[in-house]
């Protein structure tokens, strides 16, 4: 069983920064894929980022690439999301999730996930 806490959410203005965490505990955290997913009110949870559970190159969706970069340390348990030239439809609740299926982008194929962290940013 793996846990997953966020943290890093908050207010901010559009073209600033937020860097967001997630501290994973009770697995083998280099077995699993993890991912960010996002969910404004009202709409689906989204596919934002992944990266393999070595650390490869990260997979975004279009609308975040130039924007945000996620890593991991594998040594920490931790991914991050810096997230960086916000924009307004940015805002919402953050979610980090860890998978062993290759399937990356869809949130079905993800077994654990956090509580997610708020983020809003503000025109």
């Known amino acids: 069983q793996v846990q997953l806490v966020e943290s890093g959410g908050g207010l901010v203005q559009a073209g600033g920064s937020l860097r967001l965490s997630c501290a994973a505990s009770g697995g083998t955290f280099s077995r699993y894929t993890m991912g960010w997913f996002r969910q404004a009110p009202g709409k689906e949870r989204d596919f934002v980022a992944a990266i393999s559970g070595s650390g490869g190159t990260p997979y975004y969706t279009d609308s975040v690439k130039g924007r945000f970069t996620m890593s991991r340390d594998n040594v920490k348990n931790t991914v991050y999301l810096q997230m960086n030239s916000l924009k307004p439809e940015d805002t919402a609740v953050y979610y980090c999730?860890?998978?062993?299926?290759?399937?990356?982008?869809?949130?079905?194929?993800?077994?654990?996930w956090g509580q997610g962290t708020q983020v809003t940013v503000s025109s």
């Open positions: 999730a860890a998978t062993i299926s290759p399937i990356y982008y869809r949130p079905r194929t993800y077994n654990y």
